[in-house]
Every structure is written in structure tokens, then in C-alpha cells.
């Protein structure tokens, strides 16, 4: 089995319609699939540039506990983006940044960390994607820009092999803690410290 390297992004669950428009707006503008029609729970709907499943048909989540899509975002240019892009035809835009996917995302509208925040948890599709998440910086501005825009607590880079993760943004500002460092000695901790969102 190859790496699954991701950013997890966590947030109140009222802020995933507006977290999910912020992602559109980072989606390749020549993205050539059609629509996803998507109905959240409480009811928000929501057009957006991605598949689920690799499917188009409309998707329901209103009595859904997750919600997987297929995503394709746009990143800048780094070293490591420009070494996993040019052997795969990933051409720059005329703005400097190239569209990556599939980024797969599952949402959980009860994360598993504190069933009163909802999860946004972006994979790499291959071990190639996972290197190029480890390495690069522009990669890392992405998720946690997307992080700070839709109101969320805390963004992590999880190497999802059981090893610590790193916290990239926590309560409105950057960071690079290690769960299990002094500050986190384990995931508990790092819950702790965000607040207890208001239903």
C-alpha cells in the first residue's frame, strides 16, 4: 500500500456550506465535468465542480453522516508542485497556479475527534501526491487559507500511517505543533483547546 498523505480541516458544522463554496472558487476553471448538485444537512444546496463517486447525479446528505467527493484544486507553484506536475502535463494557468486531482475529500458532519465539529479530510490519490503534500509549501497556504476563509479551528497534516500529526492553524493562527509534542501530548489535548461550538 502506497502513503495516503492529508489535511484535515475542522470547523463547525454550520460552516461547511460556506467552506464547500470556498473550495469551488479553488477549483481549474477548464475543469470539464458537469455539475454536482448537493444537498447538505439542514438543507443548504449547493452547485459545485466536482464529482462523488466519480458521479454527476445529485447527492443528498440531509440524513448522511459523511459525504465523499473528488476534487481537483488549484495550487501555486513550488519546487515540489513543479516536480509532481511537469512529468503529468499539469500545466501552469496564466495566474501561476495548476490544477491537481484527484484530491479525494470525505466530510463527516460529526468528526471523530469531537462530534460537535464537522471534518473536511483531503487525501492524496497516489504516493506521488502524498510526497508533493509533504513537501510543499504552496500546498500547505492552500488548505490552511481554506481553513482560516471558512471559520475553522484547526487544520492538521496527517500522514495517516498512525504517525503524530502536525498542526498547521489553530484557533486563527498558523502553527507547527507535533501531536505528541510538549504543547499536544495527544489528540485530547489538542481538542481541548478549541471551544465548544455553540448548535
Known amino acids: 500500500m502506497g502513503l495516503i498523505y492529508g489535511y484535515d480541516i475542522y470547523l463547525r458544522p454550520r460552516?461547511?456550506?460556506?467552506?464547500?463554496?470556498?473550495?469551488?472558487?479553488?477549483?481549474?476553471?477548464?475543469?470539464?465535468?458537469?455539475?454536482?448538485?448537493?444537498t447538505l444537512p439542514g438543507g443548504d444546496r449547493l452547485v459545485l465542480p466536482f464529482t462523488s463517486h466519480f458521479k454527476s447525479e445529485p447527492v443528498d446528505c440531509s440524513t448522511s453522516s459523511t459525504l465523499e467527493l473528488d476534487t481537483s484544486i488549484m495550487f501555486g507553484v513550488d519546487d515540489a508542485v513543479r516536480e509532481y506536475g511537469e512529468p503529468r502535463g499539469?500545466?501552469?494557468?496564466?495566474?501561476?497556479?495548476?490544477?491537481?486531482?484527484?484530491?479525494?475529500?470525505?466530510?463527516?458532519?460529526?468528526?471523530?475527534?469531537?462530534?460537535?465539529?464537522?471534518?473536511?479530510?483531503?487525501?492524496?490519490?497516489?504516493?506521488?501526491?502524498?510526497?508533493?503534500?509533504?513537501?510543499?509549501?504552496?500546498?500547505?497556504?492552500?488548505?490552511?487559507?481554506?481553513?482560516?476563509?471558512?471559520?475553522?479551528?484547526?487544520?492538521?497534516?496527517?500522514?495517516?500511517?498512525?504517525?503524530?500529526?502536525?498542526?498547521?492553524?489553530?484557533?486563527?493562527?498558523?502553527?507547527q505543533e507535533m501531536v505528541s509534542g510538549p504543547r499536544f501530548p495527544d489528540l485530547r489535548a489538542l481538542v481541548a483547546t478549541w471551544s465548544d461550538p455553540v448548535q
Open 90 to 175: 499539469h500545466e501552469a494557468e496564466e495566474d501561476g497556479r495548476v490544477g491537481i486531482g484527484y484530491v479525494y475529500l470525505t466530510i463527516r458532519f460529526e468528526s471523530l475527534l469531537h462530534p460537535r465539529y464537522a471534518s473536511m479530510e483531503f487525501w492524496a490519490a497516489t504516493s506521488a501526491m502524498s510526497r508533493m503534500f509533504a513537501r510543499s509549501a504552496r500546498v500547505r497556504e492552500v488548505f490552511i487559507g481554506l481553513t482560516a476563509a471558512s471559520g475553522g479551528v484547526c487544520c492538521l497534516f496527517d500522514t495517516g500511517d498512525g504517525g503524530p500529526e502536525q498542526v498547521c492553524w489553530l484557533n486563527g493562527e498558523t502553527t
Open 15 to 38: 460552516n461547511v456550506a460556506g467552506a464547500l463554496a470556498n473550495l469551488a472558487e479553488l477549483a481549474p476553471p477548464t475543469r470539464g465535468v458537469p455539475p454536482l448538485e448537493l
